[in-house]
């Protein structure tokens, strides 16, 4: 049997990539805000119904690009669940990371314990939107303008997802979305920064070209976060077909939870209902009294061919460049160190057949 893999990168059609890459050999731009780069800017924020989109190389240097165009200095008030380029983006902004445990409803930044964390040096809240699960984002907007602080949206799962008030990615100064191989929108590598308004847009833009204005000037300090045109076409190419994808990754992750639900100790995670959901992944939690804990579980499935993955493990806060921050103290975050001993997500992506999930699904049933 072949092996499964929590994820499988979505392509364009090779012949329509080549077609459209041609321009390149034609114009020998490669990269710099070039025609093709434009043309997916244009038609991502037509497809996401939103203004003020700046495409970038990367998500994590996303993160970076808005931390740089909002000059900040001092704390940034985070989540410790959630992967690394949330809290590196900080450090590397010269900035210092302060960790607030996570809500156990949707393993979110718990905002009733942000204020508690809020100093003097606090210049701003980065909340991620776990698995594509919305925050608190009306909450956090309360505290933020509360004590004047810039609000900053990890949104690499939030793809497209919205709620009652519109796009998720509306909320906050910015919001970073990933265009990693394994997003439900990718371009290879790439990312994009949607801007609250066109200023925050205009210093991004700055921000992600080393800080250059102009041939003459350089007024302060960026980084090369420019998207290749190579990236871009691919990025043109998968909005055509990235809401037949969700549709797909939709069946799986219902026939999964139908499947799961009289399974005992085992829960899946789930957003409200009135959230318009990506399906970016499939987070269970292995509960103490399932047959098995879940690194158990995790090398049973490898075992069998099926590689899913510990989301988000190890904690950020253990990891040997934060675990020495007050506030990484494992005592103060129980929740985000219950929530990393016991997730697991399974395989979902477009293409993954029944009898594949079947497979994934009879792991954990048959154990005893």
Not at 161 to 170: D, P, Q, Y
Not at 256 to 280: F, Q
Request: glycine fraction near 6%; hydrophobic fraction near 40%.
């Amino acid at each position: 049997m072949s092996n499964i893999y929590v994820s499988r990168p979505l392509l364009p059609k090779f012949d329509e990539y080549t077609l459209l890459i041609r321009s390149i050999w034609e114009n020998n731009i490669l990269t710099n805000n070039g025609p093709l780069l434009q043309r997916f800017e244009r038609e991502l924020s037509m497809y996401l119904g939103l203004e003020n989109i700046s495409v970038v190389a990367n998500g994590m240097l996303g993160l970076t690009t808005v931390l740089q165009a909002m000059d900040l200095k001092g704390e940034v008030i985070t989540s410790p669940y959630s992967f690394v380029a949330t809290t590196h983006s900080i450090l590397m902004s010269g900035l210092k990371p302060v960790f607030v445990d996570i809500s156990p409803s949707d393993f979110n930044i718990d905002c009733s314990l942000i204020e508690g964390a809020i100093t003097d040096e606090t210049c701003a809240i980065m909340a991620v939107h776990c698995y594509g699960n919305p925050c608190a984002v009306e909450e956090i907007e309360r505290i933020a303008q509360r004590y004047g602080l810039k609000i900053i949206y990890d949104a690499a799962h939030a793809f497209n997802v919205s709620t009652s008030a519109g796009s998720l990615l509306r909320e906050g100064d910015a919001s970073v979305l990933s265009f990693h191989a394994t997003k439900v929108m990718n371009t290879f590598e790439g990312g994009a920064i949607v801007s609250r308004d066109s200023a925050i847009k205009d210093a991004v833009n700055i921000a992600r070209n080393f800080g250059i204005t102009d041939e003459d000037n350089i007024p302060f300090v960026g980084a090369n976060a420019k998207m290749s045109e190579l990236h871009a076409a691919a990025g043109i190419l998968q909005l055509r077909t990235v809401a037949d994808a969700i549709a797909e990754r939709r069946e799986i992750s219902d026939y999964y939870t139908s499947e799961l639900a009289e399974i005992n100790g085992i829960d899946v995670i789930e957003p409200d209902a009135s959230v318009i959901r990506n399906y970016s992944y499939f987070p269970i939690i292995v509960r103490d009294d399932f047959a098995v804990d879940r690194d158990t579980l995790y090398k049973s499935m490898k075992s069998n061919g099926i590689f899913a993955r510990k989301y988000f493990y190890p904690l950020l806060s253990n990891l040997p460049m934060y675990k020495d921050l007050p506030s990484a103290a494992s005592g103060l975050l129980p929740v985000a160190q219950y929530a990393s001993a016991h997730v697991l997500c399974l395989p979902i992506y477009p293409g993954l057949k029944r009898s594949d999930q079947d497979r994934v699904l009879n792991v954990i049933t048959g154990i005893k």
